[in-house]
């Protein structure tokens, strides 16, 4: 597509990291890959987090994304597992960030409402729809569904941002 950004979306997770890449023209979007950075759960903690750092670099190599996007994470019961997913949630923010790429974040909700329509969808109706935003994805774990649902989130998003920039230079 002629003047399409590539937009990286991460679904961070210690054990699951999701990740998307699509390409953003104006209101078209297109897929161009999607998958899981899985990590071993017998694993140390520091292993694991040099796996997801290492492996989303290597996939900012491959895709060469312009922009990424990371999902906030939500509050859990557990402090323990809250703790691991925020330093999971901390590697997906640095490793677009130190390859130079620009990095926002988005609530849950917030991508649900852009994906879906409504912030209370559940996982089938992000699913279904990713899959008819982006015709011919190939959607292998729900965490990959998830993260081109931030990635489309962001590529809405980035849209308004830049329609009012430019009105206010009007």
Known sequence: M?????ILGIDPGLTHTGWGVIESAGSHLRFIAAGAISTGTVDELPARLVQIHNALSHLIG??????AA?????VNKNPAAALKLGQARGVALLAPAMAGLPVAEYQAMEVKRAVVGTGHADKI?????VKRLLP??????????D???IAICHAHHRGTRNLMARLAQA
């Open 2 to 6: 002629q003047g399409a950004i590539r």
């Open 62 to 67: 491959e895709w060469r994304p312009d922009e």
């Open 70 to 74: 990371v999902e906030h994470t939500y």
């Open 125 to 129: 109706q992000v699913q279904d729809m």
């Open 136 to 145: 011919g994805a190939v959607l292998k774990r729900a965490d990959a569904a």
């Open 147 to 149: 993260a081109l649902a």
